[in-house]
Every structure is written in C-alpha cells, then in structure tokens.
C-alpha cells in the first residue's frame, strides 16, 4: 500500500484471462550483485569484444591505386606540343570541384592519351602507368622520357560526420589517413564528443572504436588506416547519458566525462549524491538494456563507503538507469502524510455534525 516505486526479488508473476490463471515463465529478471567477481569478468568480455573488433581493422598502408576521376598530369620531355592536351596551366581550382589542368581518367577508368590512345589505368599506380605510356610512345618517339603525377585526388574520399568541427567529406591521396589524421583533417573532436563510441562503418559493417580503451591498452589508433567509402561518426556525449533517479538529491541524466567512461559514482555524484533522510543506501540498482528481451539488473549494497569502491570500477552504458530505492520509515511517513487529511478531514465532520 506504500506509494512510489518499489525494487522487489524477482517472482514469477501470473496472468489471468477468460478466469482462468496462467503462469507467466519469462518474468523472471535475474539481480546480480555488484562484486569484485562482476566488475572482473565485464571487464575481460569487454576488452576481450573490443579485441577482436579492434584487430580486424588494423592494417598496413598500401600504395595509392588510381581510380575514376582521378586527374594525371602527364610530362613528355621535349615535347612540349603536348602539354597543350592538358589544358591551361595557369588555371587554379579555387573548389575541390574546380577543374584542374590534367588527365582525366574517365567512368571506365581509361585514361586518353596523344599519340597512345585509351589505355585502362583503373587500380594502377603512378608509376606503372609511367611505364606503360613510355612503352607505347616508343611507336612515337624515339625513347620517350614520361613523367606522371597526381594532380588531383578524386576518386576516393571518406566521410567524417558528428561531434568535430568540420564533420564532411575527406579525400584520400597518396599519404595513407588514419584514424587520428580523418579527425584531425576534420578539425578535431568537438567538446561534446565521446571519444569512446566512435562508429567506423565500412562495407556495411558497424565497428565500435573505443579510443580511450586503445590508448590505455597501448594500441596506436594510427594503425587504423581509412579505406575509400568509410564514415566514420563521433558521437556526442548527450546521446550516451544515464538516467539517475529515485532518493537521489537531483534526478539527472547524467553525462559521460569526457573520455567517454561514466562510472557508478561519477553518476551518483552528478545527481548530488544520495539523499541521506530517504535513501536505502542498500538498495542501489542499475538497470541495463531495459529494451532488449533479456534485461540486466545489478544491486550494490552502498551502506558502507568500501562499497564505493566497487561503485568507481563498476562502468556504465549508455541509456543505463541507476534508481535508487527508498526506505522503510520514508514510505510509512509518505503513507501517513496522505492519510491525515483524509483523518482530519473526517473529525473536523464529525465534531461539527455533532
């Protein structure tokens, strides 16, 4: 009969239809509690998820191979008649759109050359296309003397989008990017950002990149080479929060530091800690994937400070709930409080009626 919200055991609950009672056999949620056993084993699943995700994506850097729409600019010494196929040479792309004077490999990935013809370049590097213009020129000329080089990047680019200062479209050239490059380029992580639930979707596939955790394990992220067609997203911090509510000083949806951890007491302290006259220290529970068909429930038994320790160990994921219950003689006075008026309410008739 006490009011508000009321962590109990887990029981099997029953349904009732057409009269006839039916039990309910998935109702249990199971309560774990916190531990020094617990916080162990989440942090090997943890770092064990993580390594595997993060090993797929390390990888050495590979040449630069052209693709379509790259543009070469292509020199035949002494023969300058043929600079005038790549267009003026004063002119200057002001725009990464900006034409720039050059070759230009086209939708097939062909590029079109004087006195050669199409030939497909598509997937080659600068160099083997060098070599394979001074063959076919020696029809031509007499020892041909081919100087090829990359006068514009555009057949590759990578996307870069959330919490930077300059979320858009970066394009790969010969200088492999990596991950620290793609936000640096971007103008680095935004105030707001988590640096520890970065997305990387690549082939459509989500990785999850926790830069803090790599950093403390000593794994380089610069051993993260982005490849054409990635986007990677930054998440904010506000999107990660945690719900902290019950006998709490200030109810609040607590933030991520910004490293992108948030752990039980950093979420305790943002609501002003617990509230001393109401709180059952006790009973402190985090409710994790409350959408999922599996919920999780974790009790931490805080009425001595050592608990707290387990409290600073024990991470938090986003969208968590931390409630923390209220004690005995707090529900009796709540009972009380709304059965004196109606007491008082029922005397003061009496006494006039009498």
């Keep these: 009969m006490a009011p508000g919200m009321k962590m109990t055991p887990p029981v099997e609950l029953s349904t009732s239809a057409m009269g006839v009672q039916s039990s309910v056999k998935d109702s249990f949620v199971p309560i774990s509690t916190i531990d020094a056993a617990l916080i ?19 990888t050495t850097a590979e040449p630069y191979a052209l693709g379509k729409g790259d543009v070469l600019q292509i020199t035949v010494w002494d023969h300058p008649e043929l600079v005038q196929a790549q267009g003026p040479l004063g002119q200057t792309a002001t725009r990464p759109s900006d034409p720039v004077p050059g070759f230009v ?14 030939i497909h370049v598509e997937g080659l590097k600068p160099e083997q296309v060098q070599r394979r213009l001074a063959v076919a020129l020696t029809k031509v000329f007499v020892k041909p003397q081919v100087t090829v080089r990359v006068a514009s990047f555009r057949a590759k680019q990578i996307y870069v989008d959330g919490e930077v200062h300059t979320p858009g479209t970066l394009p790969l050239n010969d200088i492999p990017m990596t991950l620290y490059d793609a936000v640096n380029r971007a103008g680095g992580f935004a105030a707001t950002a988590d ?11 989500s990785y999850s990149l926790d830069l803090t955790g790599m950093l403390e394990k000593g794994v380089n992220p610069a051993r993260i ?35 992108g951890r948030l752990t039980l007491s950093e979420a305790i302290s943002q609501a002003g800690s617990l509230n001393n006259a109401t709180a059952d220290a006790s009973e402190v529970y985090v409710i994790r994937d409350s959408m999922s068909p599996t ?19 024990f991470e938090l994921n986003p969208r968590d709930v931390v409630y923390v219950d209220g004690n ?25 009626t009498k």
Excluded: C, W
């Design 40 to 58: 162990a084993r989440m942090k090997d699943d943890l770092s064990r998820t993580s390594s595997l995700q993060i090993q797929s994506l390390l």
């Design 105 to 118: 490999i086209d939708q097939d990935g062909n590029l079109d050359f004087p006195y050669v013809g199409p």
């Design 195 to 205: 640096q520890s639930r970065m997305v990387l979707v690549r082939d459509g596939h």
């Design 225 to 259: 080479v982005l490849k054409n067609g990635d986007l990677l997203r930054v998440v904010a911090r506000d999107d990660n929060g945690v719900f902290v509510m019950g006998e709490v000083n200030k109810p609040v949806t607590a933030v991520p530091m910004k490293s």
């Design 295 to 313: 919920p999780q429930i974790y009790h931490l038994d805080a009425k001595s400070p050592v608990a707290m320790i387990f409290a600073n160990q």
């Design 328 to 352: 005995g003689l707090v529900r009796f006075n709540r009972v009380l409080s709304l059965l004196l008026p109606a007491v008082n309410a029922a005397l003061t008739g009496a006494i006039l």
